[in-house]
C-alpha cells in the first residue's frame, strides 16, 4: 500500500565507538542485490585511516576545498566535529528522494538534526553503545587516536548521547542499542520497513478506494 515511488533517505547517527558505521557497512551488505540502496558519500577534511579509499569511506579533501564546496552550497549539512570538518552533499540526497532507493548517512547528533529540518521525510535511527564503559572500550581498541584525540571523542560522545536521548530539538524517531551488531542491524531493517505502513507515508489514492 506504500507509495514505492518516492526514495528514503535514512539517518543513522551515533556518538563515536556507537556503531553507526558498522551498522550502515551490515546494512549494505545484506542489501547489496536490491536496486537502489547506496550509502551517501560525506566530505571531511581528516586523514584517511588504514585501508580507508577517497570516494569510498570518505571524500577526503584540504581545508581550503572544503570551505570552498561549503560556500557555494553544496552541502545538506556540515560541521566541525572534534577536530575536523565534515559535510554531507546535498545533490546525492535530492537525487534518491526524486528517483527512488535507499540513501543510508552516517553523521553526527548535530548535523542529524540539520538534515531533519532541509529533509523532514527522512527516517532518523539514534543508535546508542550498551554502556558508558562499552564506549570507552570500543574507542580505545580502535587504535587511531592519539590520547588527546581520544579524550576529545570521548567526551564529545557522552555529550551527544546526552543530546540525542533528551533533547527532542533533535528530532530522532527511533533509538537502537547496539549491544549485538546483528541484532541491531535487523531492527534497523525493521524500522525502514514498518517507515512505509505510517499513514502519512500510505498511499492515499489506495487508501481511499478501499476505504471509500
Given at each position: 500500500?506504500?507509495?514505492?515511488?518516492?526514495?528514503?533517505?535514512?539517518?543513522i547517527?551515533?556518538p563515536?565507538?556507537g556503531?553507526?558505521?558498522?551498522?550502515?557497512?551490515?546494512?549494505l551488505?545484506?542489501?547489496?542485490?536490491?536496486?537502489?540502496?547506496?550509502?551517501?558519500v560525506?566530505?571531511t577534511?581528516?586523514?584517511?585511516?588504514?585501508g580507508?579509499?577517497?570516494?569510498?569511506?570518505?571524500?577526503?579533501?584540504g581545508?581550503?576545498?572544503?570551505?570552498?564546496?561549503?560556500?557555494?552550497?553544496?552541502?545538506?549539512?556540515?560541521f566541525?566535529?572534534?577536530?575536523?570538518?565534515?559535510?554531507?552533499?546535498?545533490?546525492?540526497?535530492?537525487?534518491?528522494?526524486?528517483?527512488?532507493?535507499?540513501?543510508?548517512?552516517?553523521?553526527?547528533v548535530?548535523?542529524?538534526?540539520?538534515?531533519?529540518?532541509?529533509?523532514?521525510?527522512?527516517?532518523?535511527?539514534?543508535?546508542?553503545?550498551?554502556?558508558?564503559?562499552?564506549?570507552?572500550?570500543?574507542?580505545?581498541?580502535?587504535g587511531?587516536?592519539?590520547?588527546?584525540?581520544?579524550?576529545?571523542?570521548?567526551?564529545n560522545?557522552?555529550?551527544e548521547?546526552?543530546?540525542?536521548?533528551?533533547?527532542?530539538?533533535?528530532?530522532?524517531?527511533?533509538?537502537?542499542?547496539?549491544?549485538?551488531l546483528?541484532?541491531a542491524v535487523?531492527?534497523?531493517?525493521d524500522?525502514?520497513?514498518?517507515?512505509?505502513c505510517?499513514?502519512e507515508?500510505?498511499?492515499?489514492?489506495?487508501?481511499?478506494?478501499?476505504?471509500?
Amino acid at each position: 500500500m506504500a507509495s514505492d515511488n518516492k526514495g528514503k533517505i535514512v539517518i543513522i547517527s551515533s556518538p563515536s565507538g556507537g556503531g553507526k558505521t558498522s551498522i550502515c557497512r551490515k546494512l549494505l551488505s545484506r542489501r547489496r542485490k536490491q536496486e537502489g540502496w547506496r550509502f551517501s558519500v560525506s566530505y571531511t577534511t581528516r586523514n584517511p585511516r588504514v585501508g580507508e579509499r577517497s570516494g569510498r569511506e570518505y571524500h577526503f579533501v584540504g581545508s581550503e576545498e572544503f570551505d570552498r564546496l561549503a560556500a557555494r552550497g553544496e552541502f545538506a549539512e556540515h560541521f566541525q566535529v572534534h577536530l575536523y570538518k565534515y559535510g554531507t552533499p546535498r545533490g546525492a540526497l535530492e537525487q534518491v528522494l526524486r528517483s527512488g532507493g535507499v540513501m543510508l548517512l552516517d553523521v553526527d547528533v548535530k548535523g542529524a538534526a540539520k538534515i531533519r529540518r532541509e529533509f523532514p521525510e527522512a527516517i532518523s535511527i539514534f543508535i546508542l553503545p550498551p554502556s558508558i564503559e562499552a564506549l570507552r572500550q570500543r574507542l580505545t581498541l580502535r587504535g587511531t587516536e592519539t590520547r588527546e584525540q581520544l579524550n576529545v571523542r570521548f567526551e564529545n560522545a557522552v555529550e551527544e548521547m546526552q543530546r540525542g536521548v533528551k533533547q527532542t530539538k533533535y528530532g530522532f524517531e527511533y533509538v537502537v542499542v547496539n549491544e549485538d551488531l546483528g541484532k541491531a542491524v535487523q531492527q534497523v531493517l525493521d524500522i525502514i520497513g514498518a517507515h512505509d505502513c505510517r499513514i502519512e507515508n500510505l498511499d492515499q489514492e489506495q487508501l481511499k478506494r478501499i476505504t471509500g
